[in-house]
């Protein structure tokens, strides 16, 4: 019966209205874009595959929107159209497009030299900035998220001694190698469709679910595990929120098996001012965050404890001479700094996560009462300013419940027909953000779309 279901609805809805969706969604996507179809209608010249960067092609739209300009939490393409942003860069850009005390430090800076390989005077300021908002003593600067987390994992194995790092299955940290593990039937396997990998990442990475506090035990309990790397919410596998209680057995069991804790904060920034960590007193050896910490400029902090940092201290007096395998040339530069401290110092401020916060709630509730009134089987989540729906029934407990949930097919319809309404959200899942920019009426706007989506869906 269960089967027999699933192979003519996804999500509740039929298979057939989805695909009708879909095909009139893209019709109305094509008419309305018409100097845009021209010019990338076949991809953009010169690039392989026809985009600059690959997941530009992931987009459920039957071409990418090919964007005039973007400000605050509106984002205009070259047809005129305009769209009320809630994908926001996939988080790159959750204080807004060029908020303005970060474009006018990039004006100041832009004269005074991009990269030097040497400190600017903000960087005086961002290492007191990033100790009082995140509680850690020492840190260090990357310029994206994935490399951030790569060089605190190295430190890990470094004080360590040890090899093996645990991850959760449905993670995403970025391009690091050693994450892409998944659990498929209960075994660890490389990520399916890791290109070029032809290495078993499973003898370096234990992979087990979130929230299974008794895996967890038996994964540490070997003592072979450097680090456990978490986001305190699965945002990249639907949404999966911590069991009350769960952050405090990793932290007990982290300990007790002498196993370091990375919590990677790069999306759960949404909740507060000092991350997830801050504002529920997570207590990590690591610290890790990218994509808005500079407002848009590419940048991202790692922090280390005083623990971590005498160990790897004394671990770098007693190693052998030599490169550490950690760095870029441009990571530390004079315009990081500058966008950095204006994002920190003038953006990233309570009094804007409060109205961040508040609009979310707003969205929440909205979203909820439109999936209610249609009766349809989904549910929302929401870590702060970041809210998901999700087209399964929930709450979701672990990656693999999240990959049941995930309904490629019908929300990549849903998200065209909400372009179609003047409303842009994440391309991979059905992810919302507010950013300090976002209005009352452009959530409003959001609320009345989904509404008008789940009646064509619901009708
Ligand atoms: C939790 C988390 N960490 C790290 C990253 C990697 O960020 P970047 O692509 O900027 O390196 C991502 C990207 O989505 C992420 O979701």
Same mark, same amino acid.
């Given at each position: 019966?269960?089967?027999?279901?699933?192979?003519?609805?996804?999500?509740?809805?039929g298979?057939?209205?989805?695909?009708?969706?879909?095909?009139?969604?893209?019709?109305?996507?094509?008419?309305?874009?018409?100097?845009s179809?021209?010019?990338?209608?076949?991809?953009?010249?010169?690039?392989?595959?026809?985009?600059?960067?690959?997941w530009?092609?992931?987009?459920? @739209?039957?071409?990418?929107?090919?964007?005039d300009?973007?400000k605050?939490?509106?984002?205009?393409?070259?047809d005129?159209?305009?769209?009320d942003?809630? *994908?926001?860069?996939?988080t790159?850009?959750?204080?807004?497009h060029?908020p303005?005390?970060?474009?006018?430090a990039? +004006?100041?800076?832009?004269?005074?030299?991009?990269?030097?390989? $040497?400190?600017?005077e903000?960087?005086?300021?961002?290492?007191p900035l $990033?100790?009082?908002?995140?509680?850690?003593?020492?840190w260090q600067?990357?310029?994206?998220?994935?490399?951030?987390?790569?060089?605190?994992?190295?430190?890990?194995?470094?004080?360590?001694?040890? #090899?093996k790092?645990?991850?959760?299955?449905? *993670?995403?940290?970025g391009?690091?190698?050693e994450?892409?593990v998944?659990l498929?039937?209960?075994?660890?396997?490389?990520?399916?469709?890791?290109a070029?990998?032809?290495?078993?990442l499973? !003898?370096?990475?234990?992979?087990?679910?979130?929230?299974d506090?008794?895996?967890?035990?038996?994964?540490?309990?070997d003592?072979?595990?450097? *680090?456990?790397?978490a986001?305190?919410?699965?945002?990249?596998? *639907?949404?999966?929120?911590?069991?009350?209680?769960y952050?405090d057995?990793?932290?007990?069991? @982290?300990?007790?098996?002498?196993?370091l804790?990375?919590i990677?904060?790069?999306?759960?920034i949404?909740?507060?001012?000092?991350?997830? @960590? +801050?504002?529920?007193?997570?207590?990590?050896d690591?610290?890790v965050?990218?994509?808005p910490?500079?407002?848009?400029?590419?940048?991202?902090?790692?922090?280390?404890?005083?623990d971590?940092?005498?160990r790897?201290?004394d671990?770098?007096?007693?190693?052998?001479?030599g490169? =550490?395998?950690m760095?870029?040339?441009? =990571?530390?530069?004079?315009?990081?700094?500058?966008?950095?401290?204006?994002?920190l110092? #003038?953006?990233?401020t309570?009094?804007?996560y409060? +109205?961040?916060?508040?609009?979310? !709630?707003r969205?929440?509730?909205g979203?909820t009462g439109?999936?209610?009134?249609? !009766?349809l089987?989904w549910h929302? =989540?929401?870590?702060?300013?970041?809210?998901?729906f999700?087209c399964?029934?929930?709450?979701?407990?672990?990656g693999?419940?999240?990959?049941?949930?995930h309904?490629p097919?019908? #929300?990549?319809?849903?998200?065209?027909?909400l372009?179609? +309404?003047?409303v842009?959200?994440?391309?991979?899942?059905?992810?919302?953000?507010? =950013?300090?920019?976002?209005?009352?009426?452009?959530?409003n706007?959001?609320?009345?779309?989904?509404?008008?989506?789940?009646?064509?869906?619901?009708?």
């Amino acid at each position: 019966m269960h089967s027999d279901m699933s192979k003519t609805s996804i999500g509740g809805i039929g298979r057939d209205r989805i695909a009708d969706l879909r095909e009139t969604e893209g019709a109305a996507f094509r008419k309305a874009r018409p100097q845009s179809q021209a010019k990338v209608g076949n991809g953009l010249p010169g690039f392989f595959g026809g985009v600059p960067m690959h997941w530009m092609n992931d987009w459920p @739209t039957p071409f990418p929107i090919l964007v005039d300009s973007a400000k605050g939490a509106t984002i205009t393409d070259i047809d005129g159209n305009k769209l009320d942003d809630f *994908c926001l860069g996939d988080t790159g850009s959750m204080f807004g497009h060029s908020p303005p005390p970060v474009a006018r430090a990039i +004006r100041r800076q832009a004269g005074r030299g991009l990269t030097y390989m $040497l400190p600017s005077e903000d960087a005086l300021a961002i290492g007191p900035l $990033l100790q009082q908002r995140f509680g850690l003593p020492f840190w260090q600067i990357a310029t994206t998220a994935t490399d951030a987390n790569r060089f605190a994992l190295r430190v890990a194995r470094a004080v360590t001694g040890r #090899e093996k790092i645990l991850v959760f299955n449905g *993670c995403y940290h970025g391009s690091v190698d050693e994450t892409m593990v998944r659990l498929i039937d209960g075994k660890p396997v490389n990520r399916p469709g890791l290109a070029g990998e032809f290495r078993d990442l499973t !003898r370096t990475a234990k992979v087990i679910e979130f929230n299974d506090i008794s895996a967890l035990e038996a994964a540490l309990g070997d003592k072979d595990v450097a *680090c456990v790397i978490a986001e305190p919410v699965l945002t990249n596998s *639907c949404m999966v929120l911590a069991d009350p209680g769960y952050h405090d057995a990793l932290r007990k069991l @982290t300990r007790a098996a002498g196993t370091l804790l990375l919590i990677d904060e790069t999306h759960t920034i949404s909740t507060g001012p000092g991350g997830y @960590t +801050r504002k529920y007193g997570l207590d990590p050896d690591f610290f890790v965050l990218g994509k808005p910490i500079a407002g848009g400029v590419p940048a991202s902090v790692w922090g280390m404890s005083d623990d971590v940092a005498s160990r790897y201290a004394d671990y770098n007096r007693t190693k052998e001479p030599g490169y =550490s395998g950690m760095g870029t040339t441009l =990571s530390a530069n004079p315009l990081q700094f500058a966008a950095m401290r204006a994002a920190l110092e #003038e953006v990233m401020t309570p009094e804007n996560y409060d +109205r961040m916060d508040h609009l979310a !709630r707003r969205l929440d509730a909205g979203l909820t009462g439109v999936i209610d009134r249609y !009766r349809l089987p989904w549910h929302v =989540s929401r870590v702060g300013a970041r809210v998901e729906f999700i087209c399964a029934p929930g709450p979701l407990r672990n990656g693999a419940e999240a990959e049941v949930a995930h309904a490629p097919e019908l #929300e990549a319809a849903i998200h065209v027909a909400l372009v179609n +309404r003047g409303v842009l959200i994440a391309p991979f899942h059905n992810m919302m953000l507010i =950013s300090p920019a976002t209005t009352a009426t452009q959530v409003n706007r959001l609320i009345t779309a989904f509404g008008a989506v789940a009646a064509k869906l619901g009708a």
